[in-house]
């Protein structure tokens, strides 16, 4: 049996509740599931035959010694499963975790299947009911045995994120506020054009630490960075369901909550997802930046030809970075500028600049020939670049107002007779549902928020939604990409496997993991140190998920919501917490140094020992940690 299927069936043993392909990510990159202690990441050899004995220790031969699991558990298969077998999982729990059939991947989804005794093929006949007929309800799927539909129904569910709440605009805007497995809430938008365009909007983050003060995200600050996952059934999502009324999702634009590029491994790995799986075009997908400078570099060396969208608003330093705080980060305006430079030079694309516009900030004539002298002198050509104009939409944290409609073709003017660059005033879409730029901001907010301080007056609220624009244009020939990438990432966000207390603590450097700054003399100066540790080092905030519908009245909440959510810090500000981070930092990457020492080691055959291995099962864990510590260090 594969090693995927062994972790599968371990498990729906356990009852452990867990979302989607996690299954697959934890074995895959076992870091998250702190239960499998001796797991070796690089053996995924088969065990056909073999039970997994946790006494031995063959290096051919690889097994999971296996921790907080019920006594007794061993797992063995037949080398041919046969439509008739009868592998259903052993109940050992009323909560039996989840395998998101929207975002298994297909060899996984094939893996599990054969471990429950069907065979392969049956992962081909659900996918299709699932991508090309846009099904949702695993009993339309007529060709499957009604034995494994009914076991799909017990321990399978057709998308993970769920939905709070869904509205319609008077212009056919569909906005929905889903509550991930968290609490965090996100939005997604989906725009339908009267040239059959349908175009989602896609959050990348919960939250958003960039601080643009006219985004109503920006103002809520950062919890997490969203997985994978949680990006792709967005879209999924979508997708699906316009499949199964006879239309098709035919652009994508990560221009949602939160600051793609600042979550750049999983949104990339989304984004090749969306275009092997659901085959849309790379050249249909737009990455929208406020220009997190690294990772614009990064993105030329890509073998995806994604469109990228700048958010400007601004042609001078003084300017932008009195509206986007993020300008000062990443040198100014003359370096990004000249990034976008060598974009268009590497990529041969054109590059879309938003611009917001601010009645009497940024929408006169004058800011419109600064703009164009500001692309001028950066060498970007007029063909190259394309300005799309966007009448700023009230938020409610800001207090500036949209331009007029005179100003607006002013602008467009001088752009297009004088610079030759072209520019298209954007429609503003479902302001009455506060789903237009910048209006991401869901109402269910105010609902959790009344309702937590009822119960628990000391939580806060849930950071929700961002800004989105479209920059599609019809005509674009769609490019799938042939690369095959298999590797699987997931996100920060676990659920709370414990680790038995016999573990050697692996850190080596503990006075930098509880570092004290000595100057602090009194007990309140010190308790502030720790806390700021805390937020840095983000440790375990508990967080209650609220079923939907549940009576003001209940005080306890359903125990599969109850979990622990690792929540970063929005932002660095004082010199204690900052050195604090930056210590952090040069711990984690000495930690991964030594992980990839061991990966060596592994590599020329040595054996490695169990707290070894486990050290070698936290990189993904770490990698993500270090990600966000260098994101609010920025």
Known sequence: ????????????????????????????????????????????????????????????????????????????????????????????????FTVNLLTLPLPELETLLTSWGYPAYRGKQIQNHIFSKGVTDIDQMMDLPKQLRVLLKER???????????????????????????????????????????????????????????????????????????????????????????ERLSNVVMMGMGEPLANYRNVIHAIRRMNSELGIGARRITVSTVGVVPNIRKLMEEDLQVRLALSLHCATDEERSALLPANRRYGGL?????????????????????????????????????????????????????????????TGGYGGGPSGRNNVQNFVS????????????????????????????????????????????????????GVYEDNEEVGIDDCNSDVDDERLHVGSEVLNFSIDDEFINLDDDMDAEHFVDPTFEDELELAEAERLIALVKGLTLQQTAFLPGASSGTETSTPALSLESKVKSTTITDEDSIRTAKRRRKKLLKQLDSIQTLKDMEATGKMLNQEQLHKISMEEEWINELESVEHNLM
């Open 156 to 246: 399978a569910t057709i998308g993970s994120l769920h939905l709070e709440i869904e509205q319609i605009s008077q212009d056919g805007t569909k906005k929905r506020a889903y509550r991930l497995h968290d609490g965090q809430m996100i939005e997604s938008v989906l725009m339908p054009y009267e040239d059959g365009r349908r175009t989602a909007c896609i959050s990348s983050q919960a939250g958003c630490a960039m601080g643009c003060v006219f985004c109503a995200t920006g103002q809520m600050g950062f919890a997490r960075q969203l997985t994978a996952e949680e990006i792709y059934e967005q879209v999924a999502r979508f997708a699906t369901e316009l499949r199964g009324d006879g």
């Open 414 to 465: 001088v752009l297009e007779n004088e610079f030759g660059i072209s520019a298209t005033p954007r429609m503003r879409r479902g302001i009455d549902i506060d789903a237009g730029c910048g209006q991401l901001k869901a109402s269910v907010k105010k609902k959790d928020d009344l309702q937590r301080m009822s119960m628990n007056p000391e939580n806060g609220g849930l950071p929700v939604v």
């Open 1 to 96: 049996m594969s090693a995927i299927a062994m972790v599968a069936l371990l498990f729906l043993s356990r009852g452990a509740p867990v979302n989607g392909r996690a299954i697959v990510s934890r074995i895959a990159s076992p870091t998250k599931c702190a239960s499998f202690v001796n797991v070796n990441p690089r053996a995924h050899r088969s065990t056909y035959g073999r039970s997994s004995s946790v006494a031995s220790t063959s290096r051919k031969r690889p097994t999971f010694q296996v921790a907080s699991l019920h006594a007794g558990v061993s797992i063995s298969s037949t080398k041919q499963p046969t439509e008739t077998a009868t592998a259903m999982p052993t109940k050992r729990s009323a909560e039996p």
């Open 334 to 394: 003359d370096e990004l500028m000249s990034t976008i430079r060598e974009y268009i030079q590497v990529k041969k694309s054109r590059v879309t600049f938003e611009w917001a516009l601010i009645e009497g900030k940024n929408d006169s004539k004058d800011v419109a020939r600064t703009l164009g002298r500001l692309l001028q002198r950066h060498g970007i050509r007029p063909d190259m670049a394309h300005v799309n104009l966007i009448p700023l939409n009230p």
